[in-house]
Each structure stands twice: as structure tokens, then as C-alpha cells.
């Protein structure tokens, strides 16, 4: 999706997120998919989960604390980079319990480009 998006739209979303985060976030979405017409995919890591599944409150917090703790003066860089990246995958895997480990564990695990 970061992709998909595209680096305007990230820093759109990022600039105006004071604003955007008084609308359902689903309705944002689907605001953004559809200016982007971004098609359904096939990506279903909740149809694998053997769990509960965390919901996405839980998830983006995760990743905006990632992003805090390793990005520089470019956030919308440091959010591209981590959601292209390996560490992405290990996030989304909810049949494992990365997600839930202390933010500085999976700070230190995305600066050293493995699960330590």
C-alpha cells in the first residue's frame, strides 16, 4: 500500500494526519484508494492467523513507533524504506509474537536487518 500510495500522497497524508484522524479511518482509505485506484490484492495474513488477530490501531502503532525510533529528519523516507522492508513481513506475521515485543527490541532488529 505504501508503494502503491506513492510519496505525495504519504506526505499528504502525513502533513494533514492533525486533520484526517477525525474521520473513520476507513472512510479515509477508501478516499485514498480510490484516488489511487489502487486494486484489491491477494495479501490475506488474517485469513493465516491461527490467533486473534490485533487490530489495526495496534499494528500502526507498532510501525509508527519503529519509524520514530530509526527515522532522521525524512519520515516519509524512513515509512517507505520500513514498509518495503524485511521487517514488514515479520510485523505482519500475527502466528508469531514480534509485534509484541518492547519497541527498542525491534528498533534494534530493523538496524541490524535481522530478528536478533
Not at 473513520?24 to 493465516?48: C, H, L, Q, W, Y
Not at 490485533?54 to 500502526?60: A, E, H, K, L, M
Amino acid at each position: 500500500m505504501v508503494s502503491a500510495l506513492g510519496r505525495e500522497i504519504l506526505k499528504r497524508i502525513y502533513r494533514y494526519a492533525d486533520v484526517l484522524h477525525c474521520e473513520p479511518i476507513e472512510k479515509t482509505a477508501e478516499e485514498f484508494i480510490a484516488m489511487r485506484e489502487i486494486r484489491p490484492g491477494s495479501f490475506d495474513n488474517v485469513g493465516r492467523c491461527k490467533y486473534t488477530v490485533p487490530d489495526y490501531w495496534t499494528i500502526g502503532e507498532v510501525y509508527e513507533r519503529l519509524i520514530e525510533d530509526v527515522s532522521g529528519d525524512n519520515v516519509i523516507t524512513t515509512l517507505e524504506e520500513v514498509y518495503s522492508s524485511w521487517i514488514s513481513d515479520s510485523i505482519s506475521d500475527f502466528n508469531s509474537d514480534f509485534f509484541y515485543q518492547p519497541r527498542d527490541y525491534i528498533a534494534a532488529c530493523y538496524q541490524e536487518g535481522e530478528i536478533l
